[in-house]
Nanobody, 124 residues
Framework: QVQLVESGGGLVQAGGSLRLSCAAS????????MGWFRQAPGKGREFVAA????????YYADSVKGRFTISRDNAKNTLYLHMTSLQPEDTAVYYC?????????????????WGQGTQVTVSS
């Protein structure tokens, strides 16, 4: 299995940027499709972005497309989410996750390992 630890969350003003990191340990990081999900207060966990095992293929939720960029460094066992033009509706706990699926997936149930989450708060 793999252990995931997120970092980089915080408080930012609307229009600002943040970069989240997810450090992985355990089994080979490059063997997993990786994703970011988020959960706002009172809402379910929603898909944000995903990257294939090599990072070549990426997929984004429509709500973040053009503003967020997912990337991974397999040599450093780290997943990133660079977030720009942040808006108050982006406020949520952001979770890093790992899937054993072959192809990039947006489905929550396809991800079997999860980090503890990092809080992102965007003030207006």
């Amino acid at each position: 299995q793999v252990q995931l630890v997120e970092s980089g969350g915080g408080l930012v003003q609307a229009g600002g940027s943040l970069r989240l990191s997810c450090a992985a340990s355990g089994r080979t990081f490059s063997g997993y499709v990786m994703g970011w999900f988020r959960q706002a207060p009172g809402k379910g966990r929603e898909f944000v972005a995903a990257a294939s095992r090599t990072g070549t293929n990426t997929y984004y939720a429509d709500s973040v497309k053009g503003r967020f960029t997912i990337s991974r460094d397999n040599a450093k066992n780290t997943l990133y989410l660079h977030m720009t033009s942040l808006q108050p509706e982006d406020t949520a706990v952001y979770y890093c996750s790992a899937s054993t699926k072959i192809a990039v997936t947006t489905r929550y149930n396809d991800y079997i390992y999860w980090g503890q989450g990092t809080q992102v708060t965007v003030s207006s």
